[in-house]
């Protein structure tokens, strides 16, 4: 078993560590005795259970011995074995290590003798029954206290040891584990749910985006159905970016070094990017990772007064990151990307209203999407990290400032040490995804550093230099991360102005296709995204086609429509459906369009 670090050393109290930890035990036992020669690596308590790496040498084990493990673990909570601490001289301790061939274990206790962590020089041990484990605890009293049913065995993956690739390839058993056997039923039904609106699943079903091995990994193309989503946000932005008063520009992605030397990307943020490549004769590009030293750029190109303050410059602009490839998943974690991306140029007394404004664009754009699950994080620096620009006095006035910002407007948040970006403190907006877990989905950071790497001035009423501060501010996020949450949070049924597909018409036959395209070419010259189900499937599979794309709204013609001019109008989320002339349905579906009105949630009624 692993030892303890700082981080888990508050977890060890609970009774649930305690039992998820004793089950790793339980379960190592149960391969044993399966696989005596298996050699043991570490085993630990996780967020949703246990797990335990192997080594079976050449006869790797499979999902279809889990069932037998499993029974193998519950005979031994059945006969409610106790753990038994002792501990043992390093010496002693590696012998018997030897002695059962622990390879793993053996390079281990070095380790902890080496760093000092060895108690009085001992190595504890716990032995529960037959089965005996270097580990330090700690445990439940005996077997017999794992409740009813409360695990289960889960699946199994590689995993290097020490997650190092240059180490031997290992088998982990990974296990769910809960309090009772009704909170691993609920949480099975959570994951359920999960996996069937996984942005991943739903973007290939539903023709959003797709990966490509020779595009590379993390680089997601985006479909046309997907690239509608994306246009429509963007036009969103635009709109109301224009009415906060900013202006749009459009800079490259690819820039000299020069310009992150100065801007302190490349010695703070360098990791996170492309290396970078030689272009021309001694001169090295990067792909930028962020929009900022552009648009810094922009607002140095000229002398700025006090008066034409604040300058707000918006680009919804591709960065480039690299992440390393076993931390890419789906649009989640990409290595391109397009962001909702601007800089606020202002005074220091201009500061809190420009706040203040970027906050109150955050609560109506999350409060319109219905993304209520999230949670307002100020982030600060730390000052034993070498990750933050160095200026204690800066630091502590800019975070008295966005605290401030955030009591006056009543947001509720949480202090978090470490997690500013290097150049100033920041807001993030936490947002939980359907398994609960906890993701940054765009961020609002006060910047008093690049003012000054920039040499960025203003000139003031009394006709003398100053240094504004900058805002960097992304409500959107980026495109992939703010789908791939729209994506699971609505199940893939987008509202009508979002929808790739707005109305889908359906013919009860072909005598009525004339009436059809009639309204098909009247919708697109109203510019709504509409198609004819032209399809010989019957009508009953055509409206059920029609709901598994997820399209908003579904128009049946009939004969007596087409005899009115009218359309029976039955809306995704809803099970009623109602007639109405072709004119007001239209009108209608305008207003749901133009105003955003989010019609994927039932509680929205048609404005008819
Ligand atoms: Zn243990
Ligand atoms: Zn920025």
């Given at each position: ?228 989503i994306r246009d429509e946000l963007e036009k969103w932005a635009r709109e109301t970016e224009f009415l906060g ?95 909702n ?16 404004a970027v906050i109150d664009m955050y609560l109506m754009y999350y409060g319109h999407l219905r993304m209520g699950n999230f949670?307002v ?34 947001v ?17 907006i936490?947002v ?9 989905v765009s961020?609002c ?28 501010r992304a409500p959107l996020s980026?495109h992939?991360r703010m789908i791939?949450f729209l994506i699971e949070l609505y199940?893939?049924a987008f509202p009508t102005w979002m929808a ?52 908003p ?20 989320a ?17 207003t749901l369009r133009d105003k955003r009105m989010m019609d994927n949630f039932a509680d929205v009624d048609?404005p008819?």
């Open positions: 078993m692993n030892n303890s670090s700082v981080a888990t050393a508050e977890k060890k109290e609970t009774a649930l560590y305690r039992m998820r930890h004793s089950l790793s035990h339980l379960l190592a036992a149960a391969v044993l005795e399966i696989r005596p020669d298996a050699k043991l690596a570490f085993g630990l308590p996780v967020e949703n259970g246990f797990y335990y790496d192997f080594d079976f040498g050449d006869t790797p084990i499979g999902e279809a011995d889990l069932t037998d493990i499993e029974n193998r673990m519950n005979a031994l909570i059945k006969k409610r074995i106790p753990f038994v601490r002792s501990e043992m001289p390093l010496d002693e301790a590696l012998a018997h290590l030897e002695k059962g061939g622990e390879v793993y274990k053996m390079e281990y206790a070095r380790e902890l003798e080496e760093k000092g962590f060895a108690e009085n020089g001992n190595i504890s041990f716990y032995t529960m029954g037959d089965f005996i484990d270097m580990c330090e605890g700690p445990h439940l009293e005996h077997t017999g206290e794992v409740p009813k049913k409360s695990f289960k065995l889960d699946r199994i993956s590689g995993s290097y040891w020490r997650g190092d690739e240059t180490r031997p390839m290992l088998t982990r058993i990974y296990g769910l584990a809960f309090e009772s056997g009704a909170e691993l039923k609920e949480y099975l039904e959570m994951r359920k749910r999960a996996m069937e609106r996984d942005h991943r699943k739903l973007g290939d079903e539903l023709d959003l985006f797709i990966q490509d091995p020779e595009v590379g990994v993390g680089l997601p193309l985006w479909m046309p159905n997907g690239t509608i008063g900013y202006q749009r520009v459009s800079t490259p992605s690819v820039t000299r070094k020069e310009l992150y030397i100065r801007s302190g990307h490349v010695p703070y943020y360098e990791d996170s990017m492309y290396p970078s490549m030689p272009v021309d004769e001694h001169d090295d590009y990067y792909l930028r990772p962020m929009c900022c030293p552009h648009h810094h750029k922009i607002y140095a190109s000229r002398l700025r007064s006090y008066r034409e303050l604040p300058v707000r410059l918006c680009e919804y602009g591709d960065v480039f990151r690299y992440e390393k490839h076993g931390s890419l998943s789906g649009l989640l974690r990409v290595r391109a990307m397009c962001m991306d601007a800089h606020i140029y202002c005074t220091p007394e201009q500061v809190e209203e420009e706040f203040r949670r994080r100020l982030s600060l620096h730390d000052k034993s990290s070498d990750k933050f620009v160095d200026n204690y006095e800066e630091w502590e006035r800019t975070e008295a400032i966005v605290r401030n910002v955030l009591d006056n407007l009543g509720t948040y949480e202090e978090e040490s470490g997690e500013a970006a290097f150049y100033g403190p920041k807001v993030d936490q939980k995804n359907l398994m609960g877990r906890e993701e940054t961020t950071q006060l910047d008093f550093v690049m003012p000054e790497r920039f040499d960025l001035t203003y000139v003031d009423a009394q006709g003398e230099k100053q240094r504004p501060f900058i805002l960097h980026t992939e791939s199940g893939g790739p597909e707005q109305v889908r018409l359906v013919p009860v036959n072909d005598e009525v296709m004339p009436y059809a395209q009639e309204l098909e070419e009247k919708l697109r010259n109203a510019f709504v995204r509409a198609e004819i189900d032209t399809s010989s499937e019957s009508f009953n599979k055509k409206i059920r086609n029609a709901i598994t794309r997820k399209i709204n579904i128009w049946i013609l009939g004969k007596q429509e087409q005899e009115s001019g009218s359309v029976t109008w039955r809306r995704y809803v099970k009623e459906q109602q007639s109405v002339s072709f004119d007001r349905a239209l009108e209608a579906l305008e048609l008819l």
